[in-house]
């Protein structure tokens, strides 16, 4: 990080990490760990037997799922002067071994899931908060991403499919929100608006299997009764979702799916108009 002046910084950082496959992506995908004496999805195998030659347990090794690597880069730009506070980050992350959905879900409604050989993310994310007349504020985010497969070739019943250049799917290019509040030391309320663009159900980058983008609408209101011999009391109410939108959030496309078994896409929807109550006390 260097701060180029009181009001302005700038930052840059690369980092590396590993993730490991979950218990269920070591499963095949209809039978999971919790389904006794299913073989894990793994090459090798090796029985551990005692003196008299009974099989103590079994040890696997070689998982078909992989370990995921990344190496992420970042370079950021902040400005904080009076009001503003702005903030700017560029990124790129690198996948070896990614575990993406491959397409389809399994009995329980979970994305199925391996390994692409490589995967790049990238993109540039904005803030800016600022306050306005009247104890108004605007906070406000936006980001855009591009998802992609820099190489990968997936083994299919039908044959190899090469995804090479591919989105991936279950990625929006584009997110974003947009808060204005109103705060006094009392009362706190705010209306927000939350936009998610375009996801693609599948790999294929196939236009008639995706999720719409869409845009939501959300307020709250926090009261604080401190000042009214209550101590450390909030009141809290919150609406979801105020113009009753119906739109999806995820899903998936089966290519064995719909009623001809010809696939069909599937969709989990959003909620729609709905309300949140809280009390929170203070000890």
């Not at 506070?85 to 070896?96: D, E, G, L, S, W």
């Not at 990968?152 to 279950?170: C, H, Q, R, V």
């Not at 009753?244 to 599937?266: I, M, R």
Request: with cysteine; net charge negative.
């Amino acid at each position: 990080n260097y701060n180029i002046s009181k009001s302005l910084n700038t930052y840059a950082n690369v980092s590396l990490a590993h993730r490991e496959p979950t218990d269920a992506e070591l499963y095949d995908t209809w039978d999971g760990p919790d389904d006794l004496g299913v073989t894990p999805l793994f090459a090798e195998s090796e029985s551990i037997t005692n003196a008299s030659g009974d099989t103590l347990r079994i040890e696997w090794s070689d998982p078909y799922v992989k370990p995921e690597k990344l190496m992420n880069y970042e370079l950021g730009f902040g400005y904080v002067n009076g009001i503003w506070n702005i903030q700017t980050n560029f990124f790129m992350m690198n996948f070896q071994n990614e575990i993406i959905a491959y397409g389809g879900a399994d009995d329980d409604g979970s994305p199925i899931r391996g390994n692409a050989d490589e995967t790049v993310h990238r993109g540039v994310e904005f803030s800016v908060k600022t306050e306005l007349p009247n104890n108004l504020y605007f906070d406000g985010n936006l980001s855009y991403n591009d998802n992609y497969f820099k190489k990968f070739i997936m083994k299919d019943w039908a044959g190899d499919i090469d995804l090479t250049g591919k989105k991936i799917a279950g990625f929006p290019d584009i997110l974003g929100n947009a808060k204005i509040s109103y705060r006094t030391k009392m009362l706190t309320t705010f209306i927000q608006i939350q936009h998610v663009g375009k996801q693609y159900l599948d790999n294929t980058e196939n236009e008639e299997r995706t999720i719409n983008a869409f845009s939501v609408a959300n307020a709250a209101m926090i009261l604080r009764l401190a000042n009214l011999g209550m101590k450390n009391i909030e009141l809290s109410a919150r609406m979801n979702n105020i113009f009753d939108l119906e739109y999806e959030t995820s899903g998936y496309y089966d290519a064995w799916g719909g009623p001809d078994w010809s696939g069909a896409n599937y969709y989990f929807p959003a909620a729609g108009r709905n309300f949140m109550f809280g009390v929170r006390c203070g000890f």
